[in-house]
């Protein structure tokens, strides 16, 4: 009997890179890359951990692979076919399979409209022959999903919490039933008490629906609660790659390390997931100046070699769906 053959990736990324005008004062010519050279696949049902400090690239990558930013190089392959081709109206059709819900839960819903309206949105969109009894039917069943009532249709955000709006996206998110949610810092804005309701919420509904998940965050605790594999970003690279049990229980790479270092201990065994996240730019030393070519990390990395400075180092495995980006891995420490 043939062993039955591996799911094929929802999602791909290949070599993609972007980059942004240069800041006033810069060279014309000077361009910023906050991507680049980013390859990952994503399957179905799976959850895809994305870490980094703030300023490494992440949200700019979930906005790339959504075409909400232009992209400068490389592929997106949506199911196998290439999304960055899509003309407008093939990438309208299928944005209901690909939804976002954004860091800032007040900002990501219009003030002028109810929630029953926001909610009620994609159905307009994508299914526009259901009647109005229909489409609130299905809004009543999507916020009592996600914790909410009858009680709020009507009502507007100001009148809601933040974990409650967080809610509220995330329910508009998927009434258009989704097969991935990238989720861009979701509770990075939220109460320490309600972040774990939020990833409780999340791990949920991903059980319920099977959808994948991106999920961006710079709280490692809340990564290794829910995700199957991690990415470890800096300055618009991936570091490493590897599945949760080996990322924390053996990391490779110096910047990861560093990462996990400034996670806070807890004085009791095992880890709280939802523990308040260490500053880690604060307990990383700030690199002097910008690289130019060579690896990203060396003005941090103590052990850096010429070899860092000439050359980037490539994304190579070191283990099965274990893989770093470092020269220098033979000079660290096990």
Known sequence: MKAAAAPSPLLEAQAL???YRAARG??????????????????????????????????????????????????VLWRGEDLLRWDRRLLREQRRGMQIVFQDPFASL????????????????????????????RVLGMLERVGLGAGAMHRYPHEFSGGQCQRIGIARAM?????????????????????GQIVN????LQRESRIALLFISHNLSVVRHLSHRVLVMYRGRLVETATREALF????????????AAVPRLPRPGIDPFATPAPVAAALDAPAAPSVGGCAYRERCPFAAPICAALAP??????????????RLEAQAP
């Open 26 to 75: 810069l060279l014309a010519r000077d361009r910023v890359i906050a991507v680049d050279d980013v390859g990952f696949s994503l399957d179905p049902g799976e959850t895809l951990g994305l870490v980094g400090e703030s300023g490494s690239g992440k949200s700019t990558l979930a906005r790339a692979i959504l075409r909400l930013v232009p992209v400068a190089g490389g592929r």
């Open 314 to 327: 490539a994304l190579e495995p070191v283990e099965p769906d274990h893989a770093v980006a470092c020269h």
């Open 175 to 195: 009434m258009s039933e989704p097969q991935l949610l990238v989720c861009d810092e979701p509770v990075s804005a939220l109460d320490v008490s309600i972040q």
């Open 201 to 204: 919420l999340l791990a949920d």
């Open 17 to 19: 890179r972007v980059e």
């Open 110 to 137: 219009d003030p002028r409209m109810t929630v029953v309206e926001t909610i009620e949105e994609p159905l307009r969109i994508f299914e526009p022959a259901l009647g109005r009894r229909e489409r609130h039917a």
């Open 249 to 260: 229980a053996a990391p490779r790479h110096p910047y990861t390390r560093a990462l996990l």
